[in-house]
């Protein structure tokens, strides 16, 4: 069983399918190893921060799954720094973003130790932020810094494997791959669930 945590993206909002990565993640695996039998979990919710991600894992029901995951994805952070700079990225608040990232990093490493007090047996793959806005430089030097820091905390963990998406959408054309300013379509998920079977 895979239990997967996050927020709109992993949800899947914006994939008429209803899929979103997860969705097209458990496609191919099963594609892939027909004789096995790949159950995921998806605890995405909308809106939902670092804080929110810890606060649900307190449930009941979410730690019982915990205890039992075979693998866990956590993809979260996009609500952290939209929410923090006031909702969207223009303009860019340089004090909010730098102050509100120590705030995410310390929620982050709440939620991995969670899972790893709860199972450490199980892999964590732990996902990078990807800039809405490929030509928007300015925001990309913060969408760096926050994913320097998701992968440093990756690192010092051999139990975690970091997986960037920043260079997915690079070069794109956003409005094939977006279904609206900030979350993917359907093509864009599945730009994702590819990284991740990777």
Do not use: C
Request: glycine share 8%; no cysteine; aromatic share 10%.
């Amino acid at each position: 069983m895979i239990v997967a945590f996050g927020d709109s993206l992993t949800y899947g909002y914006g994939d008429k399918t209803k899929e979103g990565y997860i969705g097209r993640l458990q496609s191919k695996l099963s594609r892939a190893n027909p004789d096995k039998n790949y159950e995921i979990k998806n605890y995405g919710v909308y809106g939902y921060k670092s804080s929110d991600v810890l606060k649900q894992m307190l449930k009941p029901k979410v730690a019982q799954d915990i205890k039992e995951a075979d693998l866990f994805i956590v993809y979260i952070g996009t609500n952290d720094l939209l929410k923090s700079n006031g909702g969207d990225l223009y303009p860019l608040h340089h004090e909010k973003l730098v102050e509100s990232k120590d705030v995410y990093e310390d929620k982050l490493n709440g939620i991995l130790e969670t899972l790893e007090t709860a199972n450490n047996d199980a892999p964590i793959l732990l996902l990078g932020l990807y800039n809405p806005y490929p030509d928007g430089d300015k925001i990309e030097k913060y969408i760096d810094h926050w994913n320097q820091s998701i992968q440093n905390t990756a690192e010092q963990d051999e139990n975690i494997t970091y997986i960037s998406t920043n260079e997915l959408f690079k070069g794109k054309n956003k409005k094939q791959y977006f279904s609206d300013s900030l979350h993917p379509n359907g093509k864009g998920y599945e730009l994702i669930a590819e990284k991740i079977l990777k």
